[in-house]
C-alpha cells in the first residue's frame, strides 16, 4: 500500500506533496475541501481528523499521521535516498526540527493563519503584521549567507517556500526582505515545487469554480 495524502490545494499540505515529489514516492493525493469538510466523493472528513486540517497522511501501514512537523519527517525517513532531513540522533536533525518549529508556529500560525483569515479584524491584522518585521528578519539574515535552510534542500524547505507562498495573499511585500524574496522565487522554479505549485493551482481554481456552482445552484 503507499501513502495517501489529504490535502488541500495551496494548503500546508503543499508541503508534503513537494517532499513526496523529491523522494518519487508512489504516492496517492486525496482532496479535501476545507469550506465543506467533505472529500470529492462527498464523504466526510472529520473522521479523518477531528480538527478538519489538512496534511493527514495515511502511511503505507495505513494508520493516519497528522501534523507538519511529523508528517515532514516521517516522510524524509521512509525515503532517506532522499536527503530531505539529516540523519536521526544529529545535532544536524536537531536543527531541522528547529526550523520546522519556527515555520510552523512563528511563520504558518503565528502570522499567516490570521492574515489570511478574512475574518480577522483590522486591529488583529496589525498587531500581526507587527510581528513580521522581526520574523522575516530572521529569515533574511539566514539567506544572506546559506542557500538552503541548512546544507541541502530538505523538509524544512518545502514547507517554507509553501508558507512563503501565501505571501502574496497576506499583504506581506517580500521586497523588503531581498534575501527571503530570492530563496523564495528560486525555490518556487525548483521543478518538484514548480511542479507542485503549478497542480495545485490549477487544483485551486477548479475547486472556487465548484464553491461559486454549489453557491448558484
Ligand atoms: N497544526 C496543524 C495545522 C494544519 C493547518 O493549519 N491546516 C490548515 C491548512 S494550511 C487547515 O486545514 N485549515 C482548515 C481549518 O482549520 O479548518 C499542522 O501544523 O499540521
Known amino acids: 500500500m503507499s501513502m495517501e495524502l489529504y490535502f488541500s490545494p495551496l494548503a500546508c499540505s503543499l508541503a508534503t506533496r513537494i517532499a513526496l515529489y523529491e523522494a518519487s514516492a508512489d504516492a496517492g493525493f486525496i482532496e479535501v475541501d476545507n469550506q465543506s469538510k467533505r472529500l470529492r466523493d462527498g464523504s466526510d472528513f472529520y473522521p479523518i481528523n477531528a480538527l478538519g486540517q489538512v496534511p493527514v497522511l495515511r502511511t503505507d501501514d495505513g494508520w493516519l499521521l497528522k501534523e507538519n512537523t511529523a508528517i515532514l519527517p516521517y516522510v524524509a525517513d521512509a525515503y532517506p535516498e532522499s ?82 507562498n501565501w505571501a502574496q495573499y497576506s499583504g506581506i511585500d517580500l521586497k523588503a526582505w531581498p534575501n527571503v524574496k530570492k530563496y523564495y522565487l528560486k525555490m518556487a522554479e525548483r521543478p518538484t515545487v514548480a511542479r507542485a505549485l503549478a497542480e495545485e493551482m490549477q487544483l485551486f481554481a477548479e475547486e472556487q469554480v465548484r464553491r461559486k456552482q454549489a453557491k448558484a445552484s
Open 83 to 164: 536527503g530531505l532531513a539529516p540523519a536521526a540522533g544529529t545535532a544536524a536533525r536537531a536543527k531541522l526540527q528547529e526550523w520546522l518549529g519556527f515555520i510552523s508556529t512563528e511563520l504558518h500560525k503565528g502570522v499567516f493563519v490570521t492574515l489570511l483569515d478574512p475574518e480577522a479584524s483590522a486591529e488583529v491584522r496589525s498587531y500581526t503584521h507587527q510581528r513580521v518585521a522581526l520574523r522575516f528578519g530572521v529569515l533574511d539574515r539566514h539567506f544572506a549567507e546559506h542557500e538552503f535552510l541548512q546544507d541541502g534542500f530538505s523538509v524544512a524547505d518545502a514547507y517554507l517556500v509553501t508558507v512563503l
